[in-house]
């Protein structure tokens, strides 16, 4: 398509002036007299019914469980900028996103610019530890930095422990084998999971690389986990201490099942995915609307 086609391309709305996120599930998405129409037989905060979708004032859909969408679905969202994700229940998952994001590339840009100066992204480490920590650090080692997050983690696994009583013997994690792990360890992994999950909608909603991370290295999604990291004391490690105690209490739900239950509420109730975005943009100190939307 030739850009400016038909006025499309100036007749989108800037993501700086659109909502953010809405989330579907449970229903038939589809185009009817030019815009999407969604049917449901009822999800997280939709009434059973039909439903007029405002695709141009929102940034992204999320697809939940049980949603089916039409070509034409895609095809109208693609031409205005739109992004449609597939995700798990309350976004405990990614399972797909295509290419899409902002009108600009300022928040790409500005991440690979800090990225490739190694003054700069050692800087941009030492930012979002602090962030975690509630102070600037003053070493400029990032390996002493990790090692004080290690530290740092000791303490808080133990914390948590106390506060939810629940028995403690240690962080410790068999990658080949991670169901032979204790029951603190396992809700640990899997709440990891679901904040990572977050963060990969929060990298594709900012179109930023997942692959250019400023704490992470080796990773294709080192970007993404220096993200979940920022609300791991938070978030993470809260919802698996929590967790716990609740199998413990109910022996019968698998300790999975219950960290995506619990990670999934509190992505909704507490704005989760948002909060992420905001932390995107913040640490690049980027304008919304960029330059070339």
């Known amino acids: 398509m030739l850009a400016g086609r038909l006025g499309l391309e100036t007749a989108r709305i800037p993501h700086a002036d659109r909502h953010g996120l809405i989330w579907l599930g449970r229903g038939r998405l589809w185009v009817q007299s030019g815009t999407l129409r969604f049917a449901t037989t009822g999800c997280a905060d939709l009434e059973p019914g039909e439903y007029d979708i ?6 992204c859909i999320l697809l939940g469980p049980g949603t089916t969408i039409t070509h034409d679905v895609l095809r109208l969202s693609a031409r205005h900028g739109t992004g449609l994700v597939a995700v798990g229940e309350d976004g405990v998952r990614l399972y797909s996103a295509p290419p899409f ?42 390996s002493k930095l990790r090692g004080i997050e290690g530290g ?21 994690y068999d ?59 938070t978030f993470t490690l809260p919802v698996a201490f929590q967790a716990v105690r609740l199998v413990q209490r109910r ?3 698998s300790i999975e099942r219950q960290v995506r239950r619990l990670a999934g509420q509190r992505f909704r109730r507490e704005g989760l995915i948002p909060s992420m975005i905001d932390r995107i943009k913040e640490l690049f ?5 960029g330059g070339d939307a």
Not at 54 to 59: A, D, L, W
Not at 119 to 138: C, K
Request: some cysteine.
């Open 285 to 289: 100190s980027t304008d919304d609307r």
């Open 54 to 59: 405002p695709y141009q004032t929102v940034s």
């Open 101 to 142: 994001g902002p009108d600009h590339s300022a928040l790409a840009r500005c991440q690979a610019l800090l990225w490739a100066d190694p003054g700069q992204r050692l800087d941009t480490a030492r930012r979002m530890y602090a962030w975690r920590f509630g102070r600037i650090l003053p070493t400029q080692d990032i």
């Open 251 to 253: 022996p019968d739900v």
């Open 175 to 233: 990658r080949s084998n991670p169901e032979a792990a204790d029951l603190p360890n396992q809700a640990i992994n899997h709440a990891a999971t679901a904040v990572q999950a977050a963060a990969e909608i929060a990298v594709a909603a900012t179109a930023t690389i997942p692959q250019l991370g400023f704490i992470h290295e080796d990773s294709s999604r080192s970007f993404v986990l220096d993200i979940a990291d920022l609300f791991r004391d």
């Open 152 to 172: 740092r983690s000791r303490e808080i696994y133990k914390r948590l422990a106390e506060q939810f009583g629940v028995t403690w013997r240690g962080r410790r």
